[in-house]
């Protein structure tokens, strides 16, 4: 399989075929734009603009505090918080509320500079990974040797570009549903043995089939986030 500058991150992505790829692939790049808004960035007077303006949601400030030094978060923290004073919460308000201001206001805090950042680069690697998939057959076959696409991603990977698949987009389709709907199954199955291993009727069975984490494997279909399944194992039934 041959590599070049776009295709190496989405190869090393999909070879530990492990949970959704697109969702290992977003995780590495809001690692790397945590990294930068806290690092580099915070000598790039254009993106302080922005992160002023637009902020972060919890998920993002959250990584941002685990990855960064605690003096640049400070940093962002102060300038952002500023700025939210001089636009909208002034100490010496208005007798009024400014409606521009406030619908603004609620613009911003709906709103976060890495979120925009990662649907932008996601965007781009779906088409990055269409066009391996049409051009490389070692790259499909890894495609399809996938755990599973999560929900979410599996509406990306079939919106984003179709064009871009012309006469192949049908076969895509294809063998994409068959990775999403193939695990889908599977939770369906396993969530709905979990609950008859709760049931009344099944106490004294340990027959738990491996689905003790069905629950957690399930959310992160729907949702694309990880729950952490510590203690799983000691999970006892409900009385």
């Known amino acids: ?11 090393d992505v999909f070879l530990p075929k492990d949970r959704c790829p697109m969702c290992r692939m977003r995780e590495m790049l809001e690692e ?15 993106v302080r603009i922005q992160t002023n303006q637009q902020g972060f949601c919890f998920r993002h400030f959250e990584m941002m505090v685990r990855l960064g030094k605690r003096l640049s978060n400070a940093l962002i923290l102060e300038s952002h918080l500023k700025q939210i004073s001089e636009d909208f919460i002034p100490s010496a308000a208005p007798k009024k509320p400014d409606k521009k201001k406030m619908a603004a206001l609620g613009t911003m805090i709906g709103d976060c500079f890495i979120c925009r950042d990662i649907k932008q680069n996601m965007e ?26 999560c929900l979410e991603h599996f509406y990306l990977l079939l919106n984003v570009d179709q064009k871009g698949l012309g006469k192949y987009y049908q076969t895509f389709y294809e063998e994409t549903s068959e990775l999403t709907g193939s695990y889908l199954q599977k939770l ?10 709760t049931d009344y009727r099944s106490i004294g069975s340990n027959n738990w089939a491996g689905t003790k984490d069905s629950i957690e494997r399930s959310i992160e ?15 006892e039934e409900d009385e």
């Not at 790397?32 to 007077?45: L, W």
């Not at 269409?130 to 051009?135: F, I, P, V």
């Not at 369906?188 to 291993?197: G, I, L």
Request: proline share 5%.
């Open 188 to 197: 369906t199955e396993d969530v709905h043995h979990f609950a008859s291993m």
């Open 32 to 46: 790397r734009k945590a990294e930068y808004i806290t690092g580099s960035a915070m000598m790039e007077p254009s």
């Open 221 to 235: 279909f729907l949702t694309g986030e990880l729950i952490p399944t510590d203690g799983i194992e000691e999970f």
């Open 124 to 149: 781009n690697m779906v088409r990055i990974v269409h066009a391996m998939w049409l051009s490389e057959p070692e790259f499909r076959k890894l495609y399809n040797e996938q755990q599973f696409i």
């Open 1 to 11: 399989m041959q590599e070049n500058i776009c295709s190496i991150p989405v190869n």
